[in-house]
């Protein structure tokens, strides 16, 4: 109780002292440092009044000075230091050095109670030093938030590990000033945590969630689609009625959609005039023309620009209010919902067929009529950028090697925008326009003007309800009737050559020496890498060989939609029967080795690809382009790996091959890092890619910490380095290796010097989770074993020495190669 005196002093100074910070958009308050004085709660006020007033007698009577004087010349402090001292006398608790004697004492009681009172005043200048640090405290810490220092990965952090209300609100508050991108990163432990952790914790992430998903139609996809994962893990009473849920349905019911103007509705009389009467329109629709210039037929169904039209007589009935109204709400996530719906669908079959040249037909049937459905309001999620999706080539796509399920890869054209959310959904041009459209394009007389072609990309609404909404119901709909053309310009065809003809009679010549044709032509054939043999049991291989740009130029060429300057071509691989929550897991943490790498300045290599978890059972990858698997490289080209380099790059001395053996020694020692800091095993050459530019990529991280194939723990070594391997960089002996090695030191230093960064991705993740790689209570202790903090450089250089030769004598890794090749044929 020595600091008893001091603390009734303060009263509830500690409590009430500045210790919240406003928030500049009125945030909630920030209470770092508190102290409660339960003390307090004992003290009757009638009690304390009453002894003061006995005390106050007794100094008046051994000073000899009357009550109304001591009143007069006590201030503010001292009175309520002896009202607190009194308090104590009531509550009998005396603080040390302040002992209070009786009437009866010797005649020099006077002198030992003044000083008594000097001691009380330096307990209370004690106390008020105290209360300063306090303070103190909280400066600093508010100091740190304020501070350039202070990242997004910090306030995660403090918003996992803090317990203080005040904390969690406050950084809430704060992932507003951060960027978009750089909160996005650290969106699956945002909601785990809105999942899993208290309510303090949820309360604080919560309107950040609702803010962000307001702005962006992307965004509100992914929370959706995490928190139904996420959720999963839960029990199904629990999961049903929990706050992941609520905010789920909160998301999917269209609540949070942005309060964009109003649209500007087509009148009714303007439509002649856009080039949207039966006779005239080019590429509309027909469900697009009857609901852009809101024609009363009876086949309308609800669409996202009506979606309360049930029939004539409600559409006839509705008021200019209520058709308004209809145009600004429609449900917007509804039909990227069903075109992911139509994926996944497309992947169960799949899986039923027996063999790959099957599956690939089925594929191929599948997503042709999937193609009668575009354009519609859907995006790839895995995109970085705004547009819609316009045509699916399906001759291009294959089925990917697997087992038991049927992946497979995709290619998607679609037309880059500035704002989803209020850019219209392209027309349709038909696939047997597509020479005629070109044409079209440079002969204006043929009945199509610059005006119509613009205008088509603006008239077609929102197809966003329910399942129809974002395709029309028939083929027959999609058949577009032509614009009457002259008869002098309708063979738009051989117009063309006509043109070609006369322009080449009309230009000069052009001389070209034999010698640079040669020069040329053996320059072209030096440079040009080998294509691989169609293999039915492989029908990935020859498209994953072929050059992206080559791929991106061919498809654009047989393409409707090719001649837009909008134009893109994107690729994503659909998976059905995996849980990708491990992958995006692994993704995370790439991410963020290789941000440290670059912050530390180590030319480590390493490609982390995007995730997309859509439920715990599907997902969607994107693929890693110009890059084939090592499995496929020795089937096809049946040379050693280095024997493939030399065939691809040149000789040893070659600039050629010398830069692909650097790009090999930097990505090898980057993914044998990221393979012993995450344990991570079936590394099978089949997960193994090698790209265009001698990186080395590895794929597949469905085991990793805790986790390994039938969980036998087979792969006992610490990653993945083959005699190949070290051939390609020169041998034990070359320099290169002793690169390799020196690169592996720098990282692993690099990395343990930001070790919370990486560990702190997967500790939250493991709130609530019931992951393989979760599995056991020691998973985050061994995770930051891996780092050995307690170790020198010396010591860790050692550790890189012992670990590569190691993992090159490993037996297990032969054996499991060994294994793959006889039980599924991967070299």
């Known amino acids: 109780m020595g600091d008893s005196v001091a603390d009734l002093a303060l009263g509830t100074g500690l409590d009430q002292a500045p210790s919240s910070v406003s928030q ?62 009194a308090a104590d006398l009531a509550n009998g608790d005396i603080g040390e050095g302040c002992e209070i004697k009786c009437l009866d004492d010797p005649p020099d009681m006077a002198s030992r109670i003044q000083e008594e009172d000097e001691t009380t005043a330096n307990t209370v200048k004690v106390a008020r030093r105290r209360q300063k640090n306090n303070s103190a405290k909280q400066s600093w810490l508010l100091r740190l938030f304020e501070s350039k220092l202070f990242d997004i990965s910090m306030a995660i952090s403090y918003l996992y590990n803090s317990k203080e209300p005040g904390v969690q609100a406050y950084i809430g508050n704060r992932l507003f000033c951060f960027r978009n991108e750089d909160v996005d990163f650290y969106l699956p432990q945002l909601l785990n945590m809105y999942i899993h952790m208290d309510e303090d914790v949820g309360d604080a992430i919560k309107p950040y969630i609702v803010h962000r998903c307001r702005q962006s139609i992307n965004f509100s996809l992914q929370c959706a689609l995490l928190l139904g994962a996420y959720s999963s893990d839960m029990h199904i009473s629990t999961q049903r009625h929990s706050r992941g849920t609520k905010l789920r349905k909160l998301i999917l019911s269209d609540e949070l959609k942005p309060a964009h103007k109003k649209r500007e509705l087509p009148s009714l009389s303007s439509a002649p005039d856009m080039g949207l009467s039966p006779s005239k329109r080019t590429h509309q629709r027909s469900k697009s023309d009857a609901t852009v210039t809101i024609s009363l037929s009876s086949n309308l169904k609800r669409t996202a620009s009506n979606p309360k039209v049930e029939s004539e007589e409600e559409e006839l009935s509705s008021s200019t209010e209520s058709l308004e109204k209809s145009f600004c709400s429609p449900v917007r996530l509804a039909p990227e919902r069903e075109f992911i719906k139509s994926l996944m669908a497309i992947g169960k079959r799949l899986a039923t067929l027996p063999t790959k040249e099957q599956k690939t037909q089925r594929l191929i049937s599948e997503l042709s009529l999937l193609n009668h459905k575009l354009p519609a309001r859907v995006w790839l999620p895995t995109a970085g950028f705004d547009h819609h999706v316009v045509r699916v080539p399906h001759t291009q796509a294959v089925v990917l090697n697997s087992k038991d399920k049927a992946p497979y890869l995709i290619y998607v054209e679609v037309l880059e925008c500035d704002n989803f959310d209020t850019a219209n959904v392209p027309a349709r041009i038909p696939e047997n326009r597509i020479r005629s459209t070109r044409s079209a394009e440079n002969l204006p007389e043929c009945g199509i003007t610059h005006e119509q072609r613009t205008s088509s990309f603006t008239t077609v609404p929102n197809y966003d309800n329910d399942d129809e909404a974002w395709s029309v119901d028939d083929i027959v709909e999609l058949q577009v009737e032509l614009p009457e053309m002259h008869t002098n310009s309708c063979d738009n065809i051989s117009q063309f050559s006509v043109d070609s003809i006369t322009s080449q009679e009309s230009r000069e010549p052009v001389f070209i020496a034999a010698g640079d044709i ?58 059905c029967g995996d849980d990708l929550r491990q992958e995006l897991l692994a993704f995370q943490v790439l991410k963020q080795l290789q941000s440290i790498w670059e912050q530390e300045r180590v030319p480590l290599w390493i490609k982390p690809y995007k995730i997309l978890v859509i439920s715990a059972d599907s997902g969607m990858i994107e693929p890693v382009v110009n890059a084939v698997s090592i499995h496929q490289v020795k089937k096809q080209s049946l040379l050693s790996l280095l024997d493939y380099f030399l065939q691809e790059h040149g000789n040893y001395t070659t600039e050629a091959f010398l830069t692909a053996q650097r790009n090999f020694v930097q990505s090898c020692a980057g993914y044998c890092l990221v393979c012993y800091l995450l344990q991570v095993k079936d590394r099978h050459n089949g997960n193994i890619l090698l790209d265009a530019d001698g990186h080395i990529i590895h794929i597949d991280f469905g085991f990793i910490l805790s986790s390994s194939p039938r969980n036998l723990g087979f792969e006992t070594s610490a990653f993945k380095l083959t005699t190949e391997f070290v051939d390609v960089m020169g041998g034990l002996d070359g320099d290169m290796f002793n690169y390799y090695k020196m690169l592996m030191l720098q990282g692993l230093i690099a990395a343990r010097k930001h070790m919370d960064k990486v560990v702190q991705i997967v500790e939250i993740m493991q709130q609530g989770s019931q992951l393989p790689c979760f599995h056991g209570s020691s998973t ?12 020198t450089e010396e010591q860790l250089q050692l550790l890189i020495e012992q670990m590569v030769d190691g993992s090159m004598r490993s037996i297990t890794t032969k054996l499991y190669d060994g294994f793959q090749y006889l039980t599924n044929g991967i070299m």
């Open 518 to 575: 040669r020069r040329r032509l053996s320059e072209q054939l030096a440079h040009t890498p080998t294509s691989f043999k169609r293999d039915p049991e492989d029908p990935s291989a020859v498209a994953l060989k072929e050059p992206w740009q080559e791929k991106v130029r061919r498809i654009r060429e047989g393409s409707p939609y090719g001649h837009l300057p909008s134009w893109r071509l994107l690729s994503v691989i659909v998976k």
């Open 24 to 85: 500049g958009n009125g945030g909630t308050s920030l209470s770092v440092i508190t102290e409660g004085v339960g003390e307090l709660a004992v003290i009757d006020p009638e009690v304390a009044k009453k002894a003061c007033e006995e005390v106050l007698e007794k100094v008046k009577l051994m000073h000899g000075i009357s009550s109304d004087s001591l009143a007069k010349s006590a201030d503010g402090n001292e009175a309520e230091r002896t009202l607190q001292t």
């Open 780 to 791: 985050i202790r061994n995770l930051k074993e891996r780092f050995h903090m307690n170790m």
